[in-house]
T-cell receptor, first 111, second 116 residues
């Protein structure tokens, strides 16, 4: 599966949009981009995933560039409860059953 | 029911003890997973069960013994652990092979294990 690169950390003001970048320059055509987050001392939580089109759900939006080499997770109105480690993961369709976490990015939402 | 329930939430055990971690889900998921997470590190996959059969063992030491008695339950039996095995143990489930990619994994809140 392709590797991803995320910043180590990011701050965001409460009520503002949080834009979390992820680079996956070696992504293959059949690989999906997944986002999870882990709030302190809890299990990871699925947020959203996409292949090539932009996706939106009740939690967030996922913007994938046309060349699919990078993506951005958008939390439209960040709250203090969004403070967490965010993981961008790329997985191949029909690949192994593994979900492998990278180092992730710590998002801190400040009052 | 859209949850994965793990018990106990906290466990302290001696190096000579035998204990078990339990994971339960009633979402009809046929794939279940154990992950281990050390402090300030990402979760690391340990085992994968698919349709109650062990399909992946990530070279985990034999002092960790998984068991999947039915499609809703996953156990992790612990014996002769070392202090460095202290960690958060996470269970997850998902729809089975072939549909995994279309749906996210659901994780439990974990068992915080301390080996003394």
């Amino acid at each position: 599966d392709a590797k991803t690169t995320q910043p180590t950390s990011m701050d965001c003001a409460e009520g503002r949009a949080a834009n979390l970048p992820c680079n996956h320059s070696t992504i293959s055509g059949n690989e999906y981009v997944y986002w999870y987050r882990q709030i302190h001392s809890q299990g990871p939580q699925y947020i959203i995933h996409g292949l090539k089109n932009n996706e939106t759900n009740e939690m967030a939006s996922l913007i994938i560039t046309e060349d699919r080499k990078s993506s951005t997770l958008i939390l439209p109105h960040a709250t203090l409860r969004d403070t967490a480690v965010y993981y961008c993961i790329v997985r191949a369709q029909g690949g192994s059953e593994k979900l492998v976490f990278g180092k992730g990015m710590k998002l801190t939402v400040n009052p | 029911d859209t949850e994965v329930t793990q018990t106990p939430k906290h466990l302290v055990m001696g190096m000579t003890n035998k204990k078990s971690l339990k994971c339960e889900q009633h979402m009809g998921h046929r794939a279940m997973y154990w992950y281990k997470q050390k402090a300030k590190k990402p979760p690391e996959l340990m085992f994968v069960y698919s349709y109650e059969k062990l399909s992946i063992n990530e070279s985990v030491p034999s002092r960790f013994s998984p068991e999947c008695p039915n499609s809703s339950l996953l156990n992790l039996h612990l014996h002769a652990l070392q202090p460095e095995d202290s960690a958060l143990y996470l269970c997850a489930s998902s729809l089975a092979k072939g549909t995994l990619l279309l749906y996210g994994y659901t994780f439990g809140s974990g068992t915080r294990l301390t080996v003394v």
